[in-house]
């Protein structure tokens, strides 16, 4: 995505709009965790409805590629998946059961069956769901849910999956072992971007870059996060005025400190969006920006078009969806 600007109406003066998202560049490669993290307001989500296709009202400018071709809303829709913070399962349906109806309605027809229920099982095996795969959904834990829904959106095979704060309501234990299946899921070849708010530390080491938006919806930073997040660190300890990162501290809840969206009521100083804009990390950005496959289009990767609106013809979707409501029927 390049120069994306979002802007709505001001519900207090419809003459004027309000701008949430102010000029925000970046990339997402395969077999990465990119984490999308700010203050309430700074607009993650926003920022994240975008890319994804899903904003209908207000006003949208710049652009959004797909293997450096201008995507469609059609290709966005067919080749992404979008975990919302949520989870609306049929509670009748068991894990497998779910998954296998996810696979067969938004995989192409023309994918055979054998390879569908191949999907479903490595998407069982990714997130550890063997013990519980034919259990009843209802009367699950909020953990096993979050699971699940991952599950739903991957049995689809998309090249590239959105998650919604996927830890919040969990405990650090439960939050670990999710993003542990997060990150074996894009250690599988897939592009994830997840936003986040103040992670554990464990959790924060398994991301490999970040996008950080201050209030308002501007870029502080954007880049690889290094081993133990040192490139960040080095980033913020390079910029005057910002005491260094305590020894054992979390360098999450450090950095959202430093730019004033933590908890600490000490203000930042500097000018963090402006201060990004002068450095070399921005420079890597724009160099990286230019590179085949992400703004520009690569021979090596090909173009997303996508004929149908619909996946599975209507055969398959009235199969599954009558299957399921007998199910449910006789279930409850």
């Known amino acids: 995505f390049q120069d994306l600007r979002y802007s709505v109406p001001d519900p207090h003066n419809p003459k004027q709009s309000l701008e949430l998202l102010k000029g925000i560049s970046g ?12 203050s309430s307001g700074a607009g993650k989500t926003t920022l994240m409805d975008v890319i994804a296709g899903r904003k209908t009202g207000g006003k949208i400018t710049g652009k959004i590629l797909l293997n450096g071709y201008e995507a469609s809303d059609l290709a966005i829709r067919r080749s992404t998946g979008y975990c919302e913070q949520m989870d609306v399962h049929s509670e009748a349906a068991t894990f497998r059961e779910a998954l296998t109806f996810s696979s067969f309605l ?28 034919d259990q009843i959904i209802r009367g699950s834990s909020m953990e096993q849910m979050k699971r699940l829904t991952i599950g739903v959106e991957l049995a689809a095979q998309p090249s590239v999956i959105f998650l919604d704060e996927p830890t919040s309501g969990l405990d650090a234990r439960s939050a670990k072992l999710i993003m542990t299946g997060v990150r ?12 986040i708010h103040q992670p554990s530390s464990d959790v924060f080491a398994l991301f490999d870059s970040l996008l950080l938006l201050k209030r308002g919806g501007e870029t502080v930073f ?14 913020f300890e390079g910029i005057a005025g910002v005491s260094s990162l305590p020894t054992g501290y979390n360098p999450a809840t450090w950095m959202l400190e430093c730019i004033g969206a933590g908890v600490s009521t000490g203000a930042a100083t500097a000018d963090f969006v402006e201060v990004f804009k002068e450095s070399s990390t921005k420079q890597l950005l724009d160099a990286n920006m230019a590179k085949e496959g992400i703004t520009v289009p690569s021979p090596d990767f090909p173009e997303m078009i996508f004929g149908k609106k619909r996946a599975a013809n209507s055969v398959t979707q009235m199969k599954f969806v ?6 449910a029927y006789w279930r409850t």
């Open 27 to 38: 990339f997402a490669l395969p077999g990465s965790i990119t984490a999308l993290m700010g």
């Open 106 to 133: 938004r995989q192409d027809s023309s994918v055979p069956a054998t390879t569908k229920y191949d999907s479903v099982n490595e998407c069982i095996e990714l997130l550890g769901l063997e013990d519980i795969a």
């Open 184 to 195: 074996k899921v894009a250690d599988s070849g897939r592009t994830i971007i997840c936003t």
């Open 222 to 235: 954007f880049g690889d996060l290094g081993v133990n997040c040192r490139n960040l660190i080095d980033y």
């Open 322 to 327: 009558v299957t399921r409501f007998i199910q």
